[in-house]
């Protein structure tokens, strides 16, 4: 099970509203209005067109360098622009799934991109095999210059439908053409393993809060339990968050009653969340580990159970990522998220936004050999 941070890309510090997953995400124009009435902007543009030696960049690299000005100006650290490749594959991660063909890519010895089919999956089927190079997709040429998320984006599609790639394979390199049917390829937020050094300790390592996030987290310790582990860590270092309701939601496992978090968008309501029936690992010995990468949804999580004195936090200070973000599609697959709502936790002596103080304090070690907050961890539930 040892997936840790695999296909993990570009999150940042996102916290993806509940509108923003459920309905597929959000889909508005930008109001011409107000665009028309930035005079000075069309001056600029219009000396550019007429007066400058070098062409103007052409679509949509003149927009989207528009959009960064105007985002840079507005000076919010969490309202960012997303292109089109980078969005995509945040989606995949927070969906959990992706319509695609089962292969992890790699680099050659002269840098071309090469294929690893699993075992089973669509592309093992068709026929590639492990160290293929990969030459095109659906038509697109590949160089060693084409970004790793540029292929991976071309080779994710809808389910059931077909792309083509072109490989070349040692020791002849003769090209030739295969298609593929893409399947569901799961993408793993969770693993787990039994700590090597006490077989009572089952360690839970939380990658991105997705929507499958706590399905698997209770799968996970559900299988810790068959194999004897009797206390648990749930690890959530370095884990930048993801969705906000899949972050209350594998809280609710932990929990028996209470508030978890209560949030407020601009002239709205403070809404609240609240654990709705105790929750399937409510009696379970439990602590969690943090570090100055939790943050955002994983901090949900950490935050309410510190707060309802549940588990104990070992590690450091976190982040401190107390906003939530709107995320609206563009016309060309492009997205803004923008910063809509704070949230807060009922119980916490602080601001969130300070980050959660540890309640065991352990700095990380730089040598090699047991890992300091493990065993500060299995000292606090086990004795030693």
Same mark, same amino acid.
């Given at each position: 099970?040892?997936?840790?941070?695999?296909?993990?890309?570009?999150?940042?510090?996102?916290?993806?509203?509940?509108?923003?997953?459920?309905?597929?995400?959000?889909?508005?124009?930008?109001?011409?209005?107000?665009?028309?009435?930035?005079?000075?902007?069309?001056?600029?543009?219009?000396?550019?067109?007429? &007066?400058?030696?070098?062409?103007?960049?052409?679509?949509?690299?003149?927009?989207?360098?528009?959009?960064?000005?105007?985002?840079?100006?507005?000076?919010?650290?969490? #309202?960012?622009?997303?292109?089109?490749?980078? &969005?995509?594959?945040?989606?995949?991660?927070?969906?959990?799934?992706?319509?695609?063909?089962?292969? +992890?890519?790699? +680099?050659?010895?002269?840098?071309?991109?090469?294929?690893?089919?699993?075992?089973?999956?669509?592309?093992?089927?068709?026929?590639?095999?492990?160290?293929? %190079?990969?030459?095109?997709?659906?038509?697109?040429?590949?160089?060693?210059? #084409?970004?790793?998320? #540029?292929?991976?984006?071309?080779?994710?599609?809808?389910?059931?439908?077909?792309?083509?790639?072109?490989?070349?394979?040692?020791?002849?390199?003769?090209?030739?053409?295969?298609?593929?049917?893409?399947?569901?390829?799961?993408?793993?937020?969770?693993?787990? &393993?039994?700590?090597?050094?006490?077989? %009572?300790?089952?360690?839970?390592?939380?990658?991105?809060?997705?929507?499958?996030?706590?399905?698997?987290?209770?799968?996970?310790?559900?299988?810790?339990?068959? %194999?004897?582990?009797?206390?648990?860590?749930?690890?959530? %270092?370095?884990?930048?968050?993801?969705?906000?309701?899949?972050?209350?939601?594998?809280? +609710?496992?932990?929990?028996?009653?209470?508030?978890?978090?209560?949030?407020?968008?601009?002239?709205?309501?403070?809404?609240?969340?609240?654990?709705?029936?105790?929750?399937?690992?409510?009696?379970?010995?439990?602590?969690?580990?943090?570090?100055?990468?939790?943050?955002?949804?994983?901090?949900?999580?950490?935050?309410?159970?510190?707060?309802?004195? +549940?588990?104990?936090?070992?590690?450091?200070? #976190?982040?401190?990522?107390?906003?939530?973000?709107?995320?609206?599609?563009?016309?060309?697959?492009?997205?803004? &998220?923008?910063?809509?709502?704070?949230?807060?936790?009922?119980?916490?002596?602080?601001?969130?936004?300070?980050?959660?103080?540890?309640?065991?304090?352990?700095?990380?070690?730089?040598?090699?050999?047991?890992?300091?907050?493990?065993?500060?961890?299995?000292?606090?539930?086990?004795?030693?």
């Amino acid at each position: 099970m040892n997936f840790k941070r695999a296909y993990i890309y570009t999150l940042g510090l996102i916290v993806f509203a509940t509108i923003g997953f459920a309905a597929g995400y959000i889909v508005k124009s930008l109001a011409s209005d107000g665009l028309a009435a930035m005079t000075i902007l069309s001056q600029a543009y219009n000396i550019l067109e007429s &007066h400058g030696v070098k062409s103007l960049p052409v679509a949509p690299a003149l927009e989207y360098g528009m959009i960064r000005g105007m985002l840079q100006a507005y000076d919010d650290p969490y #309202t960012i622009f997303v292109e089109p490749v980078e &969005h995509e594959l945040q989606s995949n991660t927070l969906q959990g799934s992706f319509g695609g063909i089962g292969v +992890r890519l790699g +680099r050659d010895a002269d840098g071309n991109h090469v294929l690893f089919p699993f075992p089973g999956s669509p592309a093992d089927q068709a026929g590639v095999i492990e160290g293929d %190079r990969l030459l095109a997709v659906d038509g697109t040429i590949v160089t060693v210059d #084409t970004l790793v998320e #540029t292929i991976q984006a071309a080779l994710r599609g809808p389910v059931g439908e077909w792309v083509q790639v072109e490989i070349s394979r040692p020791p002849d390199f003769t090209a030739q053409k295969i298609k593929i049917k893409r399947s569901e390829i799961p993408l793993p937020s969770v693993t787990w &393993h039994i700590d090597p050094d006490q077989p %009572r300790l089952g360690v839970v390592e939380v990658n991105v809060i997705a929507s499958s996030t706590p399905d698997e987290v209770k799968s996970a310790f559900d299988d810790l339990a068959g %194999r004897g582990a009797e206390a648990y860590v749930l690890d959530l %270092r370095d884990n930048y968050g993801g969705l906000l309701t899949a972050g209350i939601d594998t809280a +609710r496992l932990f929990l028996s009653e209470g508030e978890i978090l209560q949030q407020q968008y601009r002239d709205q309501d403070v809404e609240t969340f609240h654990v709705e029936k105790p929750g399937a690992l409510v009696d379970i010995p439990l602590a969690v580990l943090v570090n100055e990468n939790t943050a955002s949804a994983a901090e949900i999580i950490a935050g309410s159970l510190q707060a309802k004195n +549940r588990a104990e936090l070992i590690g450091t200070q #976190t982040y401190g990522k107390d906003s939530i973000q709107l995320v609206f599609d563009l016309a060309d697959g492009s997205s803004l &998220h923008v910063t809509a709502a704070q949230w807060w936790i009922p119980g916490l002596d602080q601001p969130l936004s300070n980050g959660l103080q540890p309640d065991v304090m352990i700095e990380p070690s730089s040598n090699e050999g047991p890992d300091p907050m493990i065993q500060a961890a299995s000292q606090s539930l086990l004795g030693r």
